[in-house]
């Protein structure tokens, strides 16, 4: 019973365009369900350790200023 959801939902799964949110660039293939949306967006190693660096800078920064 089990095996035959899976399958069923596997079916129903395109494939999209995996792309990096900041950067546009295309990661990969990923496959999604119909209400899942067009695009998976996410962020590439390089933007991610971007978006990292920001992340640490501004809560440091707040440091400073209390
Ligand atoms: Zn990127």
Do not use: H, Q, W
Not at 17 to 36: D, L, V, W
């Amino acid at each position: 019973m089990a095996e035959t959801l899976k399958s069923k939902e596997s079916e129903n799964k395109y494939p999209v365009m995996s792309r990096c949110a900041a950067c546009k660039k295309i990661m990969g293939i990923a496959f999604m369900g119909p209400n899942e949306g067009e695009f998976s967006d996410g962020f590439c190693p390089e933007c991610f350790e971007k978006e990292a660096e920001k992340i640490r800078e501004f809560k440091e920064k707040r440091k400073e200023k209390k």
